[in-house]
């Protein structure tokens, strides 16, 4: 939702139109989307990973996350909540909901259970087309795109010798 500004909504049409299905990677931002994780948790901490999810929380620059608009990811998180609270969902469900909607499957990681029961709850149902622009909207407002944290980037991949940056042409 909040990594899509580069082409990847026309490479996953593309895809879908040869009949290739699409793996979306880091579908709620590393946790940022789930509306569960609050700057008090990274504030502190001085590994790069959690200095980049304080910004995309709350703002700021620097690191893999860049410049961060005041509020960061906020006014996206609160777009989730206020569907999924509609539909008597998660920010997570939601956001996981959106990413099959728009044609890609979603990679998800989950250290517990309760984690593995809520992005169950994505599936069997699906956005509106309101719904899916509502968001679309709030996401394209952000002044700013998920990057990842730390040294897991969305535009890069380690190869065995290094980082090698790509991106969609």
Do not use: H
């Amino acid at each position: 939702l909040i990594t899509r500004r580069d082409g990847s909504q026309a490479a996953v049409d593309a895809a879908s139109e040869l009949g290739i299905a699409t793996l979306a990677y880091y579908p709620l931002a590393m946790g940022l989307l789930t509306g569960k994780l609050s700057p008090q948790r990274f504030r502190g901490n001085r590994d790069p990973r959690s200095r980049d999810l304080l910004r995309y929380l709350e703002g700021g620059s620097g690191g893999t996350a860049g410049n961060i608009a005041p509020g960061g990811v906020g006014p996206v998180v609160a777009a989730l909540e206020n569907v999924g609270e509609r539909r008597g969902k998660s920010a997570a469900q939601v956001a996981l909901n959106w990413i099959i909607c728009k044609g890609a499957i979603p990679i998800v990681g989950a250290k517990r259970v309760e984690q593995v029961d809520d992005n169950l709850g994505a599936l069997g149902w699906r956005l509106s087309e309101e719904e899916e622009r509502d968001l679309d909207a709030a996401a394209d407002a952000l002044p700013f795109e998920f990057r990842g944290c730390g040294f897991q980037t969305t535009d890069s991949k380690f190869v065995g010798y290094g980082f090698e940056k790509w991106r969609l042409d």
